[in-house]
């Protein structure tokens, strides 16, 4: 498209402007990253990821806006500036080698968007537009304002004391029993958990053992508590944390908790939603359109929302679970034509009579922190 790329931002992000380089500046996002996803036609041979959260969609739907913007000359008629952002890692995981990337000061944070945020990618982007697949939804519809969960990532590791398993299994200290105690002292405490605070606690045993024939020294769990809004997230980790540790102290054990910094919820800019709602109406039958709903999921445009003011709306087009190996496209048009005229249309609106709209809903909507605030109220907690 002959348009100027800065890349290598955050190893694997890039960016690119076109329009005037005044007004409003239109940020327009994609992400970038796979999914470990084992078993589905498109996994990689190497670590079997496959595009199962349609990042791969966002991208073609964000560059097929770039394309129609750039040909059809609108930005030289109204002005005004739209960049795109091509924002890698938002998928939380390979921490351990995330965290090796830290300590080589090749990034600062494990999440992509955090990353460019400290890095001041944004600073210049006074509007944020994203979208994301609703999932295996059936026919054509879209959604606006749903909300997402925030998170904490945690590691969990119990230490114990190896022995013989058949013949001196007194002699030793099972951490894997630690562990199973530990997830089921979590697991009492979901009924103190408040529905509206959307709490979720999932997790998995990385590592539950070397062999069968002696008693477990070492048992390492990974896991999120979400919620939605800081301080239900905070409050559920402290008893999440409390019941892990419980399991040490039942068989005499150790118990070691990692907690990282994940994502803030996402609580999106009802003004923004409106515009684009306006433009998926020419598309979508009004009663297939979703205003508010609550997903549990989460994701960093909730980082980014709380600086920006910020949407990410969902279209379908895919059928199968998210993340599941049997993700898949079954209508091209909606998964990508749709999303990328409504964006495409909404910029129109957003940029059109010297940006009045834009600059409305931009003096209308304060975010929550500024980028030092953020920086150091969440990722530096």
Known sequence: ??????????????????????????????????????????????????????????????????????????????????????????????????????????????????????????????????????????????????????????????????????????????????????????????????????????????????????????VEIEAYVRGGDVQSIIDANHKVNRAFEAGAYAVGGKCLIKDRVGYMPLKQCEDLSKVIKNNMDKFIDEKNIIDGQKSMASGDIGDLASIIPTIQFGFSGFSGNVHGSDFSIVDEEMAYIIPAKIIAMSIYDLLKDHGKLSKEIKNNNIPRLSREEYLKSWLGC
């Open 1 to 218: 498209m002959n348009i100027p790329i800065e890349e290598n931002i955050s190893i694997t992000g890039l960016k690119a402007t076109i329009g005037n380089g005044h007004g409003i500046n239109i940020g327009i996002i994609a992400e970038m990253d796979a999914v470990p996803t084992g078993g589905h036609k498109y996994s990689s041979d190497d670590l079997g990821a496959a595009h199962t959260c349609a990042h791969s969609n966002q991208i073609a739907i964000m560059l097929a806006v770039m394309k129609a913007l750039k040909e059809s000359k609108i930005l030289e008629e109204i002005g005004g500036t739209v960049t795109f952002i091509g924002a890698p890692a938002e998928e939380f995981t390979d921490i351990d080698y995330r965290e090796s990337l830290i300590k080589e000061g090749k990034i600062k944070y494990c999440s992509g968007k955090q990353d460019m945020i400290s890095k001041g990618v944004f600073d210049n982007i006074d509007l944020v537009i994203s979208c994301h697949t609703m999932g295996g939804v059936e026919g054509r519809m879209t959604d606006i304002n749903s909300s997402l969960n925030g998170f904490i990532q945690k590691t969990i590791t119990y230490i114990g004391k190896a022995a013989h398993a058949g013949a001196a299994p007194h002699l030793g200290i099972n951490a894997l029993n630690a562990a199973v105690i530990g997830l089921t002292a979590v697991n009492a405490q979901r009924e103190t958990f408040i529905d509206d605070h959307n709490i979720r606690v999932h997790g998995i045993i990385k590592n539950g053992g070397h062999t069968v024939n002696s008693i477990p020294e070492k």
